[in-house]
């Protein structure tokens, strides 16, 4: 296989990978390679593409994969939304954010229905993604099977057979011996009728809005460089029996003090007083749906750009 | 080793009506644990059994009367010579060489075999034992218990006795079970090995009755006997055995008669 | 002079000793001073603190730089120094609660009781490599001096343990973002004020109160196990592990953490209830009136983790709690060492896991005996041809060599290896 | 359908390489239209140089193996972007600036279950998408499965039903199969990826 | 030694002209071999019965198994008798597909009526097929179980490997298989590795049942329990060859096994097949040298 690389002598690095921009942190063939697996990705929804995931400004395991997903989706008139268990503010999220915007000089938005790209770690947001968005999971641990078997040439197999008995006797064996499947968050689902997948730690709530998205979803584990994605319109569903309802977590009578939702994802805050105040997890969504006479928290309008 | 007869042969050896010919049978053991020596147990019989025909088997004993006997059953394989049978379809075939899935099938559905050698299977209750026969005859197996607990009472074996295990059985009971097992339906051909000789007297006339019983439904039988009274009474035919040939062949009086030196074990 | 004779070996020796020290010397640059050590490569010494199980920033700092940075060397010198030391006496039980907290997060609750407290931490800072020009470096400072504006007073500057006003952080508000600022409540961001007592309420007694914890404790107070006393073994109580545990290797602790992570029944991975650092006081019996004094404050890291117990055998409605606690600024050593304080206690303290935790994760046994590879084996080497060329002779049918008249190894007389001069 | 080069040895080479933005901005149209088949985008043309390649130069560098299926875009291409050459039976991504034969599609790298991966990527220029006033030229596609709610058509012009035809059967094992980019000479964009089901749509009139 | 009229096919292991033509066999197995080492023609000569090894003078390559034919009708079952080393569960694991044969086409059909070259089908197809066509009961439960699994998940195996996916029917379905073997419905969830060794076969035996399969195959399935026990298993084993339709292949160095199960048997030796009949014929008439020592160490 002969390479014409010879004769680029005259060409520098640069028009071949692009300008350096003065910020980078992601070089534009490393964009490249991460975009060129995503296609495999959308094409096989649900298979776990390896790719050549490359080191980043934050630790493995703090979101190196969904930075490498997002850089290689964003442009400059984009608006990126990052997120951490459902917050704009978190530390981690703010962290990532300055990153990207730093990166791809794209515009930031918290608002969820404004951003093109959001990277979200363990939570879906709760406003319905539309045509034409991507959200970026992030991902820990991106193989489903590996709780059931130890062996990975083994968990290969059973992917590439689409064999998952074994994956089914251990949700017969939770609900046997717990009387409720008791897997938490992180819970397996089936892609496209084919492919067994780990969707990243969101919680049980936020299954069912992966299903015949409007959205492309990108799932991008860094430290264990494999990225899998769920096109638009694809059926997922979590792993149940017909006749084992899934269910999702609620707490009867809980409801978000600012925004008073019953039916968004809530958080408790312990109080001194042991009582619970229950809190939306998607803050974004919250503070926009507040009802107006609001006096508790002054509303500070506008929401800084 | 004699070219093997063709079944055509065979057609022509079993005209209708008839049910069993055996044709220049030989059967030798070779005893390769001793030292290889060859046993000849049979050295040519030719022999036929009509429907409905009870042929006695007499002589002294080994002299290779249950060895032609177990030769039809295919217990043992024959060394030469053709076991001609015309089952009840009126295909003829012959037992000496069909393979054996055949012979299998073919015992189950036509074949009735009653030897105090058999084996009784372990741990079976005795209305199995009889029931798993009809169903080898074909029978569905509510209708096979059924017919069991008939064959039973017909020889004599207590309800009480259905469920034990035939192996705590005593020899004359076991007998019995072996016989209702052997004639749960009228076989097509019906082997008997001393069918009574562990039987008390009064078992003995009502298995003797039995059996006479069965030849008037056309059941072709092929015995047995050190019970020459027996014999007498049921054979339509004695062929007397004597060092694995046939000595004479006839009408059970004049035979018996003619070989009176016929020893009789009581 | 042979690697192994007499008077040969005590020159060889003095010859290297040499080299390690004028190489020690070489070089243009001024020589590191203490201080240095103490504040630019802390979290070096403190590491070096929790493996060598001492806790003496000085004494730690002195053992770097003689290390030349070497971490494993490092931890022989300090452990070695260590069995100089009389042991006077015990200091009474620590109560881990009085930890006033420089630094203090939960992964397990938003808002914890007494809210996050960020600190002074790497975990959001862009994990770039600084590329500032050396002559930069002082306009650099004097920014930051003038960003700070009014700088804390912080009290523990006593500054033999290597605390200098560097330690403080900046005020750093949260964004005036109204969306997030009432809902992320009370981050913040800002150290622990040194002097007053920053001491916020236990996540373990939250989760206490919600009545999910797996109950082990016991009643009894055993006296801890003494692994400087007694060696651990397999079955040895918790106080042997936890106490191996702080006295392991970061590096073992990380990747022996990491390897459970891949075995299907300990895939699942725990979550941190509390990540704390900060100063817990030392107290002794006072040997005239018997009452305790403090007499030292000791800067450590402890964590507090939960799993969701997942296996056949266990109560699926319960969560079981491990525990790690180490020598000066050391994070991931105290999440790695809370992590297997749970296995341990999940797969019983005679398990496998159990083994491998008091056995091979300490540092100084574990390098030791590794690079005791380079001592000489030429005595056993020999022994090993003399069995390789028997094996041999029997296979090719040549005549069964004799054990003793077994060749020897070809130039019989052992090598010479000078030191390298 | 090659254009006639007027454009100098250096300046075709500066036009094929994609500068970032251009690349990224291409790359989310391609992920439109893969992630929704039956879609159709746009790229930005660029004078002279046809759209198939614009499109597949954005996505090439050395740690992909290409196969060029034109002499005259073929060196200019690789000098461009730095890809490694290979020959069409282990190229990951393949350009055709002519309608492939069904031989070249079937002898295409198809992966198996355990390498999907390896699957290769067509990116085939075509005339059109259903703009031909007749017809003529035209195969209707019904396409089905992940990114489409039920069914939905894509016509195609320049592509010969068999094409079609053998696509459907290379991707009959999936999740072994190959990938198809579709670019209109005016940057108009399509995709089917081996996870649709494909089959023709019978033109009412004859044959 | 002179040869019956019967110096048929089925003796001395010379493959049949062609399968009987009776029955539509379940499974219909020619040439079947397997060599470990080189398995090249080499290989084969001086190995078998006449030479009293399997290990090739020539390559040292072991032919375990070489030139086996046999054959299975639905409802009927086959025994594959000989010592240990004879090459019997070497035959049994490359019918089940545990093992690639080196050489051999094996026809099976299934109750449905289709039919396939197990030797021609991948290992993923050979693996889809001991979901619900072939099912193995092996000696040591614990290649045929999770131990950490409970008795009624181990049966949900194949279940939900077939695709069931109602939880209720699935676990009625097991309850049902697990009475059906004799194992206390109230242990079902308990972890199977808390069995008895026997019980651990009857939660093998129904899990072997879960999809009807077609032909069901025993490997030593009692060798190593205690005569009791064993005796349980066994009759419980009788009484579904009996109430099902499905084919078996029973392998068994003990005749008593082979008696009460079988109707037919091959004895192999070396690799072998040296006699091949009637299990009552082959008890009670054996023509083979070796045959005749084994029913002579097992009779007396």
Redesign the interface.
């Known amino acids: 296989m002969t390479t014409l690389s010879a004769e680029l002598t005259e060409r520098s690095v640069e028009q071949l990978a692009g300008d350096a921009a003065p910020r980078d942190i992601f070089d534009e063939l490393s964009k490249r390679a991460v975009r060129r697996a995503l296609l495999t990705a959308i094409a096989v929804p649900g298979y776990q593409v390896p790719f050549s995931s490359r080191e980043m400004p934050v630790a493995r395991g703090w979101g190196s994969g969904g930075l490498q997903a997002t850089l290689a989706l964003i442009g400059a008139d984009d608006n990126v939304k990052v997120i951490d268990q459902g917050e704009d503010a978190g530390v981690n999220a703010t962290n990532l954010r300055r990153l990207i915007v730093g990166n791809a000089g794209c515009g930031e938005e918290t608002e969820t229905g404004l951003a093109d790209v959001i990277q979200s770690r363990h939570r879906i947001p709760e406003e319905p993604l539309k045509d034409g968005q991507t959200l970026v999971l992030q991902v820990p641990v991106p193989e489903p099977l590996r709780g059931v078997v130890g062996s990975m040439d083994e968990q290969r197999r059973m992917h590439a057979e689409g064999d998952y008995a074994k994956m089914w006797v251990r949700l017969y064996e939770d609900i046997v011996r717990n009387g409720v499947v008791s897997h938490s968050a992180d819970y397996p689902c089936l892609v496209n009728g084919r492919y067994v997948i780990a969707p990243s730690p969101i919680p049980r709530f936020d299954v069912p809005k992966l299903n015949d998205s409007e959205a492309l979803v990108v799932l991008s584990a860094g430290r264990e460089k494999r990225i899998y994605a769920i096109p638009p319109h694809t059926r997922v569903e979590p792993l149940t029996f017909e006749d084992v309802p899934f269910t999702v977590e609620h707490t009867e009578g809980a409801a978000c003090v600012f925004c008073g939702s019953d039916d968004t994802y809530l958080i408790g805050v312990p109080e001194e007083d042991g009582t619970t105040r229950w809190v939306c997890s998607d803050t974004d969504w919250c503070s926009r749906h507040r009802p107006d006479d609001d006096t508790e928290t002054e509303t500070e309008g506008e929401v800084s750009r | 080793m004699r070219e093997m007869d063709s079944a055509l042969d065979l057609q022509k050896e079993l005209p209708e009506g008839r049910v069993l010919a055996v044709r220049g049978l030989t059967k030798d053991f070779t005893m390769h644990l001793v030292d290889g020596r060859v046993a000849h147990a049979l050295k040519g019989v030719d022999l036929e059994v009509e429907q409905g025909e009870h042929v006695a088997l007499a002589g002294p004993s080994g002299a290779g009367k249950s060895t032609l006997l177990r030769c039809v059953y295919r217990t043992y394989l024959t060394t030469s010579g053709a076991i001609g049978l015309r089952t009840s379809t009126g295909a003829v075939v012959d037992l000496a060489t069909m393979p054996d899935w055949d012979v299998a099938m073919l015992r189950g559905r036509e074949i009735g075999y009653v030897s105090q050698f058999l084996r009784a299977e372990p741990r079976r209750p005795v209305i199995e034992i009889v029931a798993r026969a009809g169903i080898a005859r074909g029978m569905e197996r509510g209708e096979a218990l059924d017919a069991a607990a008939v064959a039973l009472r017909r020889v004599g074996i207590d309800e009480a006795l259905w469920p034990v295990h035939a192996t705590v059985l005593s020899g004359g009971q076991k007998q019995r079970v072996n016989i209702a097992a052997g004639t749960i339906s009228p076989p097509r051909l019906l082997l008997l090995d001393e069918p009574v000789s562990a039987l008390d007297p009064v078992n003995r006339v009502s298995v003797l009755d039995l059996i006479a019983g069965l030849r008037e439904q056309g059941v072709a039988v092929l015995s047995v006997f050190h019970d020459l009274e027996a014999i007498e009474m049921l054979a339509t035919r004695v062929v007397v055995v004597e060092g694995g040939r046939v000595a004479a062949d006839g009408d059970p009086h004049e035979v018996l008669r003619a070989n009176h030196g016929l020893a009789v074990a009581r | 002079m042979g690697y192994s004779n007499a008077k040969g070996g005590e020159e060889a020796i003095l010859a290297a000793e040499q080299l390690v020290r004028r190489g020690r010397e070489a070089g243009s640059s001024p020589r590191l001073t203490l201080d240095q050590v103490t504040e630019r490569l802390r979290l070096a010494v403190d590491r070096v603190m929790g493996e060598a199980s001492l806790w003496s920033p000085g004494l730690a700092s002195r053992a770097v730089r003689q290390a030349e940075g070497d971490q494993f060397e490092a931890m022989q010198l300090l452990r070695a120094h260590r069995s100089t030391l009389p042991r006077l006496a015990y200091s009474e039980p620590v109560e881990v609660a009085e930890l006033r907290v420089l630094r203090r997060v939960s992964s397990a609750f938003r808002n914890p009781p007494g809210s996050q407290i960020l600190g002074r931490t790497l975990d959001y800072v862009g994990r770039l490599l600084d590329l500032m020009p050396e002559q930069d470096h002082e306009r650099y400072v004097a920014e930051l001096e003038a960003s700070v504006g009014h700088s804390h007073g912080h009290g523990h500057g006593h500054s033999h343990d290597g605390h200098t006003h560097g330690d403080h952080e900046h005020e750093h508000r949260v964004p005036e973002n109204s969306a997030t600022r009432d809902l992320v409540g009370e981050l913040q961001a800002v150290a622990a004020e040194s002097d007053d007592d920053r001491n916020p309420p236990r996540v373990m007694d939250l989760m206490r109160a919600m009545d999910l914890l797996v109950e082990r404790r016991t009643g009894e107070d055993p006296e801890p196990y003494d692994v400087t006393r007694q060696p651990a073994r397999p079955g040895a109580p918790r106080s042997a592990v936890l106490s191996m545990l702080a006295r392991a290797e970061t590096g073992a602790l990380v990747h022996f953490w990491y390897k459970l992570r891949f075995d299907p029944r300990s895939a699942g991975h725990e979550i941190p209830g509390e990540v704390r650092h900060g100063w817990l006081p030392l107290r002794v019996n006072h040997p005239l009136t018997g009452n305790p004094v403090q007499v030292a404050e000791v800067r450590v890291t402890d964590v507090e983790t939960y799993d969701d117990l997942d296996r056949p055998d266990e109560d699926r409605s319960r969560i079981d709690v491990g525990y790690g606690l180490c020598f000066g600024h050391n994070e991931r050593k105290a999440i790695a060492m809370a992590g297997l304080d749970l296995a341990v206690h999940r797969d019983g303290n005679s398990s496998e896991v159990a083994q491998q935790v008091l056995i091979t994760l300490d540092g100084v046994e574990a390098n030791g005996f590794l690079e005791h590879l380079k001592l000489p084996h030429h005595v056993d080497f020999r022994s090993v041809i003399d069995r390789k060329q028997a094996i041999r002779a029997l296979q090719t049918g040549t005549k069964p060599v004799a054990a003793t008249d077994a060749t020897p190894t070809p130039g019989n007389e052992t090598q010479q290896i000078g030191a390298l001069v | 359908m090659t254009t006639t080069r007027t454009l100098t040895y250096g300046e075709t080479i500066r036009r094929i390489g994609r500068a970032p933005e251009d690349s990224q901005r291409d790359y989310r149209r391609l992920i439109d239209v893969l992630g929704r088949p039956s879609r159709i985008a746009a790229i930005d043309t660029v004078d002279g140089v046809p759209p198939v390649i614009i499109l597949a130069a954005g996505l090439a560098d050395v740690d992909v193996t290409v196969a060029v299926l034109d002499e005259d875009w073929e060196r200019p291409f690789f000098v461009a972007t730095g890809a490694t050459r290979t020959d069409i039976t282990r190229a990951q991504h393949i350009i055709a600036t002519q309608p492939l034969t069904v031989d070249q599609l079937t002898s295409l790298e198809r992966g198996d279950a355990l390498h999907p991966e390896r699957g290769a990527r067509v990116f085939a220029a075509v005339t059109g998408f259903g703009d031909a006033v007749d017809g003529a030229d035209s195969t209707t596609l019904i396409l089905s499965g992940p990114g489409n709610d039920g069914e939905a058509r894509l016509s195609v012009d320049g592509l010969a039903p068999e094409f079609f035809d053998a696509l459907a059967i290379a991707n009959a094992d999936f999740p072994a199969g190959i990938d198809l980019v579709l670019v209109a000479p005016d940057g108009r964009i399509a995709a089917i990826p081996r996870s649709s089901r494909i089959s023709i749509e019978k033109p009412e009139k004859g044959a | 030694?002179?040869?019956?009229?019967?110096?048929?096919a089925?003796y001395a292991g010379a493959p049949l002209a062609s399968p009987?033509p009776?029955?539509a066999w379940t499974l219909s197995v020619r040439g079947l071999g397997k060599i470990y080492g080189d398995t090249s023609e080499e290989s084969i000569a001086g190995t078998g019965p006449e030479f009293g090894t399997a290990v090739s003078p020539n390559t040292g390559a072991i032919v375990a198994a070489w030139g086996v034919d046999l054959?299975v009708?639905p409802g009927?079952a086959l025994g594959v008798i000989g010592e240990s080393g004879s090459g019997k569960s070497t035959v049994l694991r490359c019918i089940a597909g545990d093992e690639p044969a080196t050489a051999g086409e094996m026809l099976f059909t299934d109750h449905g009526g289709s039919t396939e070259r197990l030797d021609q089908l991948s290992p993923?197809e050979r693996?889809?097929m001991r979901?619900s066509d072939i099912s193995v009961v092996y000696q040591d439960p614990a290649l045929g179980l999770?131990m950490?699994?409970?008795a009624?998940?181990?049966v949900?195996?194949?279940l939900?490997?077939a695709g069931w996916?109602?939880?209720?029917?699935?676990?009625s379905r097991a309850t049902e298989l697990l009475q059906r073997t004799e194992v206390p419905i109230a242990r079902m969830?308990h972890?199977v590795k808390a069995f008895s060794g026997g019980m651990k076969q009857r939660v093998q035996i129904a899990k072997s049942l879960a999809n009807d399969p077609s032909l069901l195959l025993l490997d030593e399935p009692t060798t190593g329990l205690d005569a009791s026990v064993a005796?349980g298993v066994l009759?419980l084993m009788r009484g579904l060859l009996?109430e099902t339709n499905v084919a078996a292949i029973v392998v068994s160095h003990d005749f008593?096994v082979i008696e009460?199960l079988t109707?037919?048997v091959i004895v192999m030796q070396h690799g072998r097949v040296v006699e091949?009949?009637?299990t009552?014929?082959l008890l009670?008439?054996p023509?083979?040298?070796y045959s005749?020592?084994l029913v002579?160490a097992a009779r007396g």
């Open positions: 030694m002179s040869l019956t009229l019967h110096e048929r089925q009987a009776a029955p054959d009708a009927e993923t693996r889809r979901i999770t950490d699994v409970s009624g998940g181990n949900a195996d194949p939900t490997a996916r109602n939880f209720g029917r699935i676990r969830d972890p005796a009759d009996e008593s009460m109707t037919r091949a009949g009637l009552d014929q009670e008439d023509q083979h040298p005749q020592q002579a």
